[in-house]
C-alpha cells in the first residue's frame, strides 16, 4: 500500500512541477515521507530547490541522498552535472561525468551536451565546440541536433570575442613596449618647470 502511495504522490508531483509548486512540493514531502529514498522523488525536490529557490546547497544535498540509494538511475545525472558546473564545481562534475557515461541507458548526447557546457563555463571553447559535435553524434532526434548547433554558435561566438580581447592585449602590451622610457628623474624636472 506505501508503494501505490508513494507514487501516486510521486505522480501529483511530477504533473504540478514546475506550474503549481505549491501542489507539486507537497505532494513530493507526502511522496519521501511514505518512501524517504525514492530517488525520483529527491531528484524533482533538488531541482525545486536549485531552479526555485536558489538554494545550490540543499539541492547538491538532495541529489547526493539520491545518488547514495541507487546511482543506476539515469535521471539524477543531467541536472546534477548542470548544478555543479553553475556552482563552479568543476572537478567533481567532470567526475560525474565520467561515471555517468558508465551508466547503462544513460543519454550519452545529453551527458556530451554538459560536458560541453564544463569546457564553456571553463572558457576552453574549442573542446567544448568538439564535445558538442560529439553530442550530435549520439542525438537521436533532430531538435536536440538543432539545439547542439545553437549551443556550437554561442560557443563560437564567445572563441572569437576571447581572441579579440587578446589581441587588443596583445597590442596595448606592444604600444606600451614601444614608449620611450623617462626616467623619472628627468619627470620630476619637467614637473619643476
Known amino acids: 500500500m ?24 507537497e505532494a ?6 511514505y518512501d524517504p ?11 525545486v530547490y536549485d531552479e526555485q529557490l536558489g538554494d545550490k546547497a540543499t539541492a547538491k544535498t538532495y541529489y547526493e541522498r539520491a545518488m547514495a540509494n541507487n546511482m543506476d538511475i539515469p535521471a539524477i545525472y543531467p541536472d546534477f ?12 562534475a567532470q ?3 565520467d561515471f555517468a557515461m558508465t551508466i547503462k541507458g ?22 567544448a565546440a568538439e564535445v558538442l559535435q560529439d553530442a550530435k553524434l549520439f542525438a537521436l532526434n533532430n531538435d536536440f541536433i538543432y539545439f547542439a548547433d545553437e549551443v556550437i554558435k554561442r560557443v ?3 572563441a572569437k570575442m576571447q581572441n579579440n580581447k587578446n589581441r587588443k592585449d596583445e597590442a596595448v ?15 620630476r624636472l619637467n614637473n619643476l618647470l
Not at 529514498?37 to 531541482?47: D, F, H, Q, Y
Not at 548526447?109 to 563555463?121: P, R, S, T
Open 81 to 92: 552535472i548542470r548544478l555543479l558546473i553553475n556552482n563552479g564545481d568543476f572537478e567533481e
Open 156 to 158: 563560437d561566438k564567445k
Open 28 to 33: 513530493l514531502n507526502y511522496a519521501l515521507a
Open 173 to 187: 602590451t606592444k604600444k606600451e613596449a614601444e614608449k620611450p622610457k623617462v626616467n623619472w628623474f628627468q619627470n
Open 106 to 127: 544513460i543519454d550519452k548526447a545529453g551527458i556530451l551536451l554538459n560536458q560541453g557546457y564544463l569546457f564553456e563555463a571553463q572558457k576552453d571553447f574549442k573542446r
Open 2 to 25: 506505501e508503494t501505490n502511495m508513494h507514487n501516486i504522490y510521486l505522480f501529483r508531483a511530477i504533473e504540478a512541477y514546475p506550474y503549481e509548486l505549491e501542489r507539486a512540493v
Open 95 to 97: 567526475k560525474l561525468i
Open 37 to 47: 529514498n525514492s530517488v525520483m522523488a529527491l531528484c524533482l525536490m533538488a531541482r
